[in-house]
């Protein structure tokens, strides 16, 4: 069973960066697609962004431009940089592993954006 530890999470104010981490166990990353989600209370779990295999991105319209996914198959570790956060970028962010039949979840890690 392949596990997904998130990190780098926490409170920023407006404007703020956060960068957060993924690093899944096992040895499937490099062929995996890796994608980022978030959950705001009492809303629906969306997708943020995402890189595939190969290195493609794509965003949600609203953190265009302000988000960036890469990963670092050496390290076996996907980021999402977050830079001029606001508060409706407020979530638990989660990080999913799809590489079919896989398609594994990390736990999550809380984004507050705040002053």
């Known amino acids: 069973q392949v596990q997904l530890v998130e990190s780098g999470g926490g409170l920023v104010q407006p404007g703020g960066s956060l960068r957060l981490s993924c690093t899944p166990s096992?040895?499937?990353?490099?062929?995996?697609?890796m994608l980022w989600y978030r959950q705001a209370p009492g809303k629906e779990r969306d997708l943020v962004a995402a890189?595939?295999?190969?290195?493609?991105?794509i965003y949600r319209d609203s953190v265009k431009g302000r988000f960036t996914v890469s990963r670092d198959n050496a390290k076996k570790t996907v980021y999402l940089q977050m830079n001029s956060l606001k508060p409706e970028d407020t979530a638990v962010y989660y990080c999913?592993?799809?590489?079919?039949?896989?398609?594994?979840w990390g736990q999550g890690t809380q984004v507050t954006v705040s002053s």
């Open positions: 999913n592993l799809f590489q079919p039949p896989r398609n594994e």
């Open positions: 096992g040895n499937i990353f490099s062929l995996a697609d």
């Open positions: 890189i595939t295999s190969g290195g493609d991105t």
